[in-house]
Each structure stands twice: as C-alpha cells, then as structure tokens.
C-alpha cells in the first residue's frame, strides 16, 4: 500500500463516517448513517462484518467491553460485535434537542475518555444553527457548546490539550482550535485555526503523533494534513468526491483508513461511498476507550 487510496472491498456506505481501529479486534469499525448499520473489517482476515442498528448512529466510540453510540436521540452502549448475533444498544443517556429532526454526527473521546459528540439538523439545506456539543462521562451529559450547525472535525492534539472542531455546513465551512482543559474537559479560547480548505468543506479528522490535524476535504476528494501552527503541508486524493472521515490504523497505527458518502444521483459503479486507504507516511495513536 502506498500514498495512493486503494478502495476495500467493493461495499457501499450511503454516508461511511467515524472509523475506529482497535487493536484488540485488529480490525476497522464504523457507521453507515442512513443504514443504520455497522460494520467491521480486518486487514489482515479480510473478513468483513455488519451489524443492523434500531436508530441511525453518527459516530461511535471504543468502550470497555464494546461499543458506545452516538446516535439520534441519545447515547447508547453496545455490547461486543459478534459476527451472526444482533447488536442491541443500550440507552445510556439522552439528549433535548433544540429542533425537529436533529441527531448526533461526528464525535470521539478525548485523551482521557470523556466522549465529545455534536448534533445536528439532518435537513444541512434549512441551515438552522441548532447544534451542541456535549460531553458524556461518569458524570452524565453536560452541554459544551451551541450555536454549530453541522458539527465535524472533532480531535485532540497528542496531549490533549487541544481540541479541534469544525462546521461542515457551507456557510461556515472552517476549523477551530481551543485550548482544552483535561481536568474539567472544557473546550475555552477558541480561534480560527483554518478559514477555508484550498477546496471542499472540512469534515471528519484524525490527528497524528506529531500533531497533524489530517481533516477531509468533503466535495474535493482530498485529505489535507495541517501542521500545529496551522499550516497546511500535505494534500493527498482520494477517488471520491465526498470524503467523510479518516482515521489512523493498522498494527503500525500508519494506515489511514478513509471513509465517504454516496449522493443520491450517483452512477452505478462509481467508488463513491466506498472505503480507501493509503500509508501517509504518518502514524496515529489509538482511540481512548470511553470511561463513561
């Protein structure tokens, strides 16, 4: 495997988002959003698995002992995956939305497995800044920001005291940066940390061990890689438009496993919504499990 994306397997995702590698699984799990349905596959085995779900969830998060959910009305906790048996979230806790027709998108837990998520309205076309960030912990939900319209981007630098998120929606379409507080696990002193990508709108994004802030260019077919100071330094592409998220990998930690969205007015054959991966020349670090 090189710098170029090479597509995995020939499944399609209507909106693939929030990779996870665990290595005590040695294999990629995410979400299918609109399908409802999870999915894992191993490297090595190539074996590929999925699992239906009762809700559609937006992102997920390793926990001890299986999975948590983010998904439309709350989080839930899944039990491990096991191929043939069904998967049945648990409510864990749950949220009030500010708007009809809203659900959790992009989240992860921070470097000591608080799990951040965001909200959204899932009609992005009426433009309603109704999001919220939470975090969910021991402790239960607190709200941590308002005002997000599509919340995306979610990472920590390696010490984690940086947290970066972003706003997919075209209005907005940028990046910030916050000085993290990992005993509280409060985001503070936010900034713009990119204004704009060169092209598309920033969506999902994984951090390595130097600090790059790797974001998906949704609509561009790009990866760009931003070094700590904000400036851009890499752009690799990927043979579908719609990117969605990445996510290092691998039992190096140096595969970068990247998602994406198939439109609705898509060809038959084309690899958009399919999965890709490339070794970028960089290694990641493993997702912190939920303590929650």
């Known amino acids: 495997m090189s ?16 990779p996870v590698w665990r290595a005590a699984d040695m294999a990629y799990t995410w979400t ?31 926990r001890p002992g299986g999975w948590l959910l983010a998904m439309e009305d709350g989080l839930y906790a899944c039990g491990p995956l096991v191929a043939g048996a069904a998967c049945t979230p648990r409510r864990l806790a749950g949220v ?19 799990f951040l998520g965001g909200t959204m309205v899932m009609d992005m076309g ?48 940028m990046v910030w940066a916050f000085d993290y507080d990992t005993a509280t ?24 061990t130097d600090g790059g802030y790797w974001i998906c260019g949704n609509d561009a077919g790009r990866i760009y890689r931003y070094t700590p100071d904000g400036r851009l330094d890499r752009t690799l592409t990927v043979p579908a438009a719609k990117v969605a998220m990445c996510a290092f990998g691998g039992a190096a930690m140096d ?10 007015n898509t060809a038959p054959g084309a690899p958009d919504g399919g999965v890709f991966a490339l070794r970028p020349g960089a290694q990641g670090l493993e997702e912190t499990a939920s303590t929650g």
């Not at 009030?96 to 608080?114: E, K, L, S, Y």
């Not at 595969?255 to 609705?264: D, G």
Request: proline share 8%; with cysteine; charged share 20%.
């Open 185 to 208: 696990g409060t985001p503070h002193n936010r900034r713009v940390f990119i204004p704009a990508l060169p092209a598309g709108r920033p969506d999902g994004a994984a951090v390595d």
């Open 126 to 173: 009426l433009a309603l800044a109704a999001g919220k960030l939470y975090r969910y912990d021991a402790d239960g939900v607190a709200e941590l920001l308002s005002d997000l319209i599509v919340p995306n981007g979610l990472a920590f630098s390696p010490d984690g005291k940086t947290m970066y998120l972003s706003d997919s929606h075209p209005s907005r379409a």
């Open 32 to 62: 299918d959003i609109p399908g409802k349905t999870l999915w894992r596959w191993s490297p090595a085995s190539g074996e590929l698995a999925r699992w239906a779900l009762p809700q559609m969830a937006g992102s997920i998060a390793p």
């Open 96 to 114: 009030t939305h500010a708007a009809q027709g809203m659900r959790f998108n992009d989240g992860r837990c921070d470097r000591q497995g608080r």
């Open 255 to 264: 595969t970068l496993f990247i998602t994406s969205i198939r439109p609705a």
């Open 3 to 18: 710098t170029l994306a090479e597509r995995i397997g020939d499944f399609i995702c209507g909106v693939g988002e929030s």
